[in-house]
Structure formats: structure tokens, C-alpha cells
């Protein structure tokens, strides 16, 4: 069973990069699957951030994609998101996902990380 | 971009009751891209149903998608206590390649 957690700073200043990192555990980076960022800010619904593969080239929502950078490291089993020049806009809760076994829907999640922007 | 509207955006029932969610696609949107979560407060969402239809693993079979044109319904046939959360259709395919709908909350009436 494919496990997720995230880890990273829980505050942020503003103008500065958030930077998150997901462990992959129960199966392999290089699997084939694609690895999914969604944040929620509180209170509020869901946004798909981007998604990462081992071998191919990242697909971002065109909302953020200036500001991110996604990249997989497969020594560690894991995967990083970094969200550019924050504003309190960016506070929200950021879920690492995994694309489920039939595709087009996240079928693993992670439990989330808090992460403030605030100075 | 493709817009979800889910509705109704709360819905009050009873425990036994059937729930019925809806969720309307702005555009045209394969039945197999689409697919339903749970989310009870607290925790990440939870895959339910994918290809409009198709139960994920493990989930009781008292919950059912269903497809209409771009019309799509989450059924709960008979409420048990845990089911009441808040409910996201989501689509996949066009960009961004994952949207959700706005949530559909049920409470307990």
C-alpha cells in the first residue's frame, strides 16, 4: 500500500519560496504513476498544483506555473514542490498525491501539511 | 477550463436517508474522467468513485455514480453516521488537468 507524507516549514514569509518535500513509502518513485501537489486554503475547496513523473516533464496548473517548480529525487523515494514569491494567498493546506491505479483521479493521498505565509 | 458546479452546496439529512449530489461540467466531460471524494474534517480527501461509476477500493457499495451528458450524481442509497462530510466531484483532461467542484456539504439534519 502506497504511503505519502509531507514534510517542510509550517510558516512562510511573504515574498519568499515554500518548499515541501513528499516520501514516498510502499512503492516506487519510478513506478509510472504521476505525483500530484493540491492545496486547500482554510475553509475553502480544492486546487490541483501540478503534477510530476520520473521520466517526463512536469504538467502545472497555468494559475501557478511561474511560480512552481516540481522535481523528483529517486535516490530518496521522494518529491518536492516549490511555490515562489508566497503572499498570504498561499496559506492553505498542501496534500502530496499519487494518481490512482485506474488513472484520471488521486487515489493516494497524504495527510497534509499546514503551511502559513505570514511575516 | 472546465467548471464544476456542485449542488446543492448543503444538504441536511437524516441517517437511513438517501443522499443525492450533483455536480454539473460547464462543457463536455468523458464519463471516464470523472470521479468523487470524501472529505470528513481533519483528513485529506478520500477516492470514492472514478470513471463517473466505479467504486474505488473498499468503498461500501451504498455509494454509486451515475452519468447523464454532463450531469453527474454521487447516490448514498442509506446514510450511515460516517458518511456525513463534505463531498468534491473532480474532472480530469483539460487545463489544468485535475479541477474540483466547490464541495457539497452533508450534515446530519
Known amino acids: 500500500q502506497v504511503q505519502l507524507q509531507e514534510s517542510g516549514p509550517g510558516l512562510v514569509k511573504p515574498s519568499e519560496t515554500l518548499s515541501l518535500t513528499c516520501a514516498v513509502s510502499g512503492g516506487s518513485i519510478s513506478s509510472g504513476k504521476w505525483w500530484s501537489w493540491v492545496r486547500q486554503p482554510p475553509g475553502k475547496g480544492l486546487e490541483w498544483i501540478g503534477e510530476?513523473?520520473?521520466?517526463?516533464?512536469?504538467h502545472t496548473n497555468p494559475s501557478l506555473t511561474s511560480r512552481v517548480t516540481m522535481s523528483v529525487d529517486k535516490s530518496k523515494n521522494q518529491f518536492s514542490l516549490k511555490l515562489s514569491s508566497v503572499t498570504a494567498a498561499d496559506t492553505a493546506i498542501y496534500y502530496c498525491t499519487r494518481d490512482s491505479d485506474s488513472g484520471y483521479s488521486l487515489g493516494y493521498w497524504g495527510q497534509g501539511i499546514p503551511v502559513t505565509v505570514s511575516s | 477550463e472546465t467548471v464544476l458546479t456542485q449542488s446543492p452546496g448543503t444538504l441536511s439529512l437524516s441517517p437511513g436517508e438517501r443522499a443525492t449530489l450533483s455536480c454539473r461540467a460547464s462543457q463536455s466531460v468523458s464519463s471516464s474522467y470523472l470521479a468523487w471524494y470524501q472529505q470528513k474534517p481533519g483528513q485529506a480527501p478520500r477516492l470514492l468513485i472514478y470513471g463517473a461509476s466505479s467504486r474505488a477500493t473498499g468503498i461500501p457499495d451504498r455509494f454509486s455514480g451515475s452519468a447523464s451528458g454532463t450531469d453527474f450524481t454521487l447516490t448514498i442509497s442509506r446514510l450511515e453516521p460516517e458518511d456525513f462530510a463534505v463531498y468534491y466531484c473532480?474532472?480530469?483532461?483539460?487545463?489544468?488537468?485535475?479541477?474540483f467542484g466547490q464541495g457539497t456539504k452533508l450534515e446530519i439534519k
Open positions: 510530476i513523473h520520473h521520466s517526463r516533464g512536469p
Open positions: 473532480q474532472q480530469y483532461g483539460t487545463s489544468p488537468l485535475y479541477t
